[in-house]
């Protein structure tokens, strides 16, 4: 079983998201193409962070309500996009592992559920991660659809290792690396089973191999953003230490000529509808 542990801020600030991943409501064509929100649609966006990509999509629907378990991130969205301008869009400080709670949510009467590079979190425990795929299920109305995004098998896997290989040359035990590895990257089939498993119909399922480019920050402000829980593993006054140990071994193959930092991002996205 998964721990529950309260709602509270993610680790990361809003400014450091903004420095380190700025590009990830970005890289979103393809799968806000798969939404193609219409103006009568009543939309849930799981994990929507600062709002960036949820304000684009709100001029397409009739009411678009964002989730998110930072209260950080959501007020910095509702700073850049005001109530008074985005009238139907609305956010709800929720930790999306135990939305099937969220009764007043989770009440089949959403037109569609949405997400972009969240579920890799979201789904991380395997004690609530059927649990979410149901509360999704459950809220939306019959033939309703869930388009999502999310890492997938092979994600970022030159950081993961290197990260992993400087944390095991620190001392920390590698079963204790793997056991505090923030994501989960499932392939194709894996979706689909668990998909299907609570009552989806997939209609489109694919993997995406896109080498990304890093923001200002590069590698080293990559993993103190997304991979605080692992260099939580080490006393705080070496994790600068661990971080660099990781960019270094990183150099000959996430590095490019100009200097900058691309790693290979995988892409799982899929299509799946609420059966009639």
Not at 21 to 30: D, I
Not at 113 to 122: D, E, G, K
Not at 210 to 215: A, I, K, N, Q, S
Request: hydrophobic share 45%.
């Amino acid at each position: 079983m998964a721990t529950e542990t309260p709602i509270k801020n993610t680790s990361y600030t809003h400014e450091a998201y903004a420095a380190n991943a700025s590009f990830v409501p970005l890289l979103t064509s393809r799968v806000t193409a798969l939404l193609a929100p219409r103006g009568t649609d009543r939309i849930l966006d799981i994990g929507a962070g600062d709002l960036v990509l949820t304000a684009k999509l709100a001029p397409h629907a009739a009411y678009i309500l964002a989730l998110d378990a930072s209260s950080d991130l959501l007020s910095a969205g509702r700073t850049l996009f005001p109530a008074s301008e985005y009238p139907n869009l609305g956010t709800r400080l929720v930790d999306c592992r135990f939305l099937s709670r969220e009764t007043d949510i989770v009440d089949d009467g959403w037109d569609a559920v949405f997400s972009n590079a969240a579920l890799h979190w979201i789904l991380r425990d395997e004690g609530t991660r059927d649990d979410v795929l149901a509360g999704v299920y459950r809220s939306l109305k019959s033939g309703g659809r869930f388009v999502a995004e999310m890492g997938g098998f092979g994600n970022v896997a030159e950081v993961n290792t290197a990260l992993t290989a400087a944390l095991v040359a620190a001392g920390v035990a590698v079963e204790e690396v793997r056991a505090a590895n923030p994501w989960w990257f499932p392939s194709e089939g894996e979706m689909r089973r668990r998909l299907e498993g609570v009552g989806f119909d997939v209609q489109l399922i694919e993997t995406e191999r896109r080498p990304t480019e890093l923001g200002e920050g590069g590698v080293v402000g990559w993993m103190e953003v997304f991979g605080q829980r692992l260099l939580e593993l080490v006393e705080e006054g070496r994790r600068r230490e661990v971080v660099e140990a990781a960019a270094r071994a990183l150099e000959g193959a996430a590095r490019r000529e100009d200097g900058r930092w691309v790693i290979g991002y995988v892409r799982l996205r899929w299509v799946a509808v609420k059966r009639e």
